[in-house]
């Protein structure tokens, strides 16, 4: 399933990342790389950007590019 | 296969010369706090030649006294830049830059409640191949948060000294500098094994970077890893640029991954998070599971569908009303302060009668007295800024307003400084430096003195005193007619945001990947000397451009002079001045306005306000403070030689509008020219603000005469 889809509390693994472009590299670089835990924590109040828990810490991106990032539900 | 690291592990000599570290870390992480604590006020800032980023450099002395030079570079999450800062720390760390001497030393700091992502910064460093001091900071959050980090065991795991420290209150300093002078600082031991399919290209690259870059070993070996990642990152003057050689390398192995498919930059990510998650794993232990911490507390609110947007209306609205009120006060001092001096010379200095005295009285002590006066408020938005800032809650405010920004194309960091540009454009387009994206901070920067500043309600006070008849001004229109000012210089800016995002400034869509840093409690210490060194930073860029231009306002008002025994008016009317107004007259009669509203457009160069006093000696009628009464009736009496009343309704409406739109500000043409570090940009925001002025108040003023006003 997609990052975006994720229910607000619910945790998942990242499966998979798109190759290209800038943000998806800033975004694993800030530590979202496959295998990483990530927790939906709420959206902005008004629908997006998204706040997600990675690595003890909480980060912001847009749905539109939570969209590309897919996950596993875990356990 | 995996080709083995080769970090030699030896000794550094300590430097003969003042040792120069570079502190280096991600933002939030505490790295301002530590370097006023390591240099206390011995600091310079300015800025690096041809980029907008600020250059901090301070000494430090070790517990023998001797002095420690150290660089403050901006804070990077990577060396793979996505912002002019992030691309500066880049270059200094790799020599890059003539302007910066290359770190002997560097010192990593990290926040240890949150070390696998500030270890990651933290592991392209070690492959400089320079001695790394680590400062493991905040560690009593961390233990408040139930983690405990071994100093121990990174040290071991890294082969560097690590410093448990909490720069807050000043713990591990001591430690900290017996560290930073320490003769023989280790390299670090620390080997990570490239991954096997991008183990070639490093080599070859690092080949030639030795080759033909005329790098040393190490650091050809931890720019080829960067080069790897780092393929459209940032640029920024004042960087040298790479070999012909090597950049053919680097696009000769680019083609070929992208051919068999291979994800480089992603196989590089993802081998260095292995071994920092096997660092950590061995450093940190969770001390048992513990529930939402304070900061996740406040967030639940903070950021709430409806409470979110409550907080975050009273933050704003608090942040103005002290801009308003607690700056009045301040502001009344310095304009008597001016007022008094200015009387002081022209009675009691003993200067003669005459153009020195007049110069000094009403060019020189005008013109910094029109500046300062507005410092309390700049002051007091810094401070609240900084205090946002520090706080956290800057984040938040971009994360609620985000989706909003979006739809004109910016993103939510464009929202503070957009709204401190109510107040005044000249913190708001200083704040642009949080925003990563050039195109981004360009367009906010370009749309900033849209928003009505403080400056322009002298000036709707006058008009909508004389658009509406009677002595008494009901409170309704008057407020009325102030929100729809307001309204059309928020929708003008917003209109241009989204129109340049989509022409002049057209970029990759914008994202928004930021980190939602823990609340802390605001260290009061570096939120005022950020404030001092801002407002400095204002009175030497627009303080020296609006004393030259008050100077020339003066002599242009004051000369050819008169003949003796004329009225102030008179002596106005036929200076340069006045001949400017009449020369603009056909340019501006289209908008109803006459030569001598045209001297009043002319002075608001200096500062807006000024036009309130230019009419009042345009029409010989003194406004005393906050009363407009006299300069109100005196400008009704006004008529235009053919006997038609001069300022009509419509005229004194449409006068408003030129002023919600025209750019006529010259303190924050300097800071524009400062920022974006070319007259390109002021240029150009003259011209559109001024035409679409033009433009607006002509389609007014006709179709307002069409209708019968």
Same mark, same amino acid.
């Given at each position: 399933?997609?990052?975006?889809? /994720?229910?607000?509390? @619910? ?7 798109? !190759?290209?472009?800038?943000?998806? *590299?800033? =975004? &694993? ?10 927790? /939906?924590?709420?959206? @902005? ?7 997600? !828990?990675?690595?003890?810490?909480? *980060?912001? =991106? &847009? ?13 | ?709």
């Amino acid at each position: 399933m997609k990052l975006s889809e /994720l229910a607000i509390g @619910a945790t998942a693994v990242v499966r998979e990342f798109p !190759k290209a472009g800038a943000a998806f *590299l800033r =975004l &694993r670089e800030m530590g979202l790389v496959a295998g990483t835990r990530v927790t /939906l924590i709420r959206t @902005a109040p008004l629908g997006d950007p998204l706040e997600i !828990k990675v690595r003890g810490y909480h *980060l912001t =991106l &847009r749905k539109s590019e939570a969209e590309h990032v897919l996950v596993d539900p875990a356990a | 296969m995996a080709l083995p690291a080769h970090i030699s592990s030896g000794v550094s000599a300590a430097p003969s010369r003042t040792p120069v570290y570079a502190l280096v870390g991600n933002p939030n992480c505490g790295k301002s706090t530590l370097f006023n604590a390591l240099t206390g006020l011995k600091q310079k800032v300015g800025n690096y030649p041809g980029v907008t980023v600020e250059k901090k450099i301070g000494t430090a002395y070790s517990q023998h006294g001797q002095p420690i030079t150290v660089i403050d570079l901006p804070g990077a999450y990577s060396l793979a830049a996505r912002s002019p800062d992030e691309a500066v720390t880049r270059d200094v760390l790799l020599g890059r830059r003539a302007d910066t001497p290359q770190p002997d030393r560097i010192l990593c700091i990290v926040d240890a409640t949150n070390l696998e992502r500030n270890l990651y910064l933290v592991h392209q460093i070690l492959d400089l191949g320079r001695p790394v001091i680590l400062v493991l900071n905040m560690m009593d959050v961390a233990a408040a948060a139930g983690l405990d980090v071994r100093a121990g065991r990174l040290e071991r795991e890294l082969g560097i000294p690590v410093i448990p420290c909490e720069a807050v209150n000043g713990k591990g300093l001591i430690e900290l500098k017996l560290a930073m002078s320490r003769a023989d600082l280790p390299l670090s031991r620390h080997a990570w094994d490239i991954p096997a399919p991008i183990a070639p290209a490093v080599a070859e690259l690092q080949a030639s970077l030795t080759a033909n870059d005329r790098k040393p070993p190490l650091i050809a070996r931890a720019e080829a890893l960067l080069l790897l990642t780092d393929q459209d990152s940032v640029r920024v003057a004042g960087s040298t640029p790479l070999s012909a050689r090597t950049t053919e390398i680097l696009q000769g192995w680019q083609k070929r991954w992208e051919g068999e498919g291979t994800d480089w930059a992603g196989t590089l990510v993802n081998s260095r998070y292995d071994v920092i998650g096997r660092i950590a794993a061995e450093a940190v232990t969770r001390a048992g599971h513990t529930g939402p911490t304070a900061s996740d507390k406040i967030d639940a609110v903070a950021t709430h569908p409806i409470w979110g947007w409550m907080i975050l209306g009273a933050v704003m609205t608090l942040l103005f009303l002290s801009i308003f009120t607690l700056a009045e006060y301040p502001m009344g001092f310095i304009e008597d302060g001016i007022a008094s001096l200015s009387d002081w010379v022209k009675k009691d200095s003993g200067l003669p009668d005459g153009d020195l005295r007049d110069l000094i009285t009403d060019g020189a002590i005008a013109g910094v007295g029109g500046v300062i006066v507005f410092l309390p408020q700049i002051l007091i938005l810094f401070f609240f800024i900084g205090l946002l800032e520090s706080t956290g809650y800057m984040a938040r405010a971009a994360f609620i307003m985000d989706r909003l920004m979006s739809r004109v194309g910016l993103n939510g960091k464009s929202f503070i400084p957009l709204l401190s540009s109510y107040a005044c454009a000249i913190p708001g387009i200083m704040a642009t430096r949080t925003i990563e994206d050039q195109k981004d901070r360009l367009v906010t920067i370009l749309v900033a003195p849209l928003m009505s500043c403080s400056a322009r309600l002298p000036v709707y006070l006058l008009m909508i005193a004389a658009l509406v008849p009677g002595d008494r001004v009901p409170v309704a229109t008057k407020v009325g007619v102030m929100i729809l000012m307001y309204a059309l210089g928020t929708f003008g800016a917003f209109g241009f945001a989204w129109l340049f995002k989509r022409t002049l400034l057209k970029g990759a869509p914008p994202v928004m990947i930021m980190e939602l840093p823990p609340y802390r409690l605001p260290g009061l210490k570096d939120v005022a000397l950020h404030m001092l060194e801002r407002a400095w930073i204002f009175l030497r860029r627009a303080g020296t451009v609006i004393l030259g231009i008050s100077i020339v306002l003066w002599f242009l008002a004051a000369y050819p002079k008169a003949p003796e025994g004329a009225t102030p008016q008179q002596q106005l009317a036929q200076s340069f001045a006045g001949r400017a107004g009449h020369a603009l007259e056909p340019a501006i009669a289209p908008l109803g306005f006459d030569w001598q509203i045209g001297i009043g457009l002319i002075s608001s160069f200096a500062a807006r306000e000024v036009f309130v006093s230019t009419m009042g000696v345009v029409f010989n009628a003194e406004s005393k403070d906050d009363d407009t009464t006299p300069l109100r009736q005196a400008l009704l009496a006004t008529k235009w030689p053919d006997g038609r009343p001069l300022f009509t309704p419509l005229v004194c409406f449409t006068l408003m509008i030129f002023y919600v739109f025209a750019m006529q500000c010259v303190s924050t043409v300097a800071i524009v020219r400062r920022e974006t570090n070319s007259w390109r940009w002021p240029l150009f925001q003259i011209a559109y603000q001024t035409g679409t002025a033009w433009i607006l108040s002509f389609i007014v003023y006709q179709a307002g005469r069409a209708l019968g006003f």
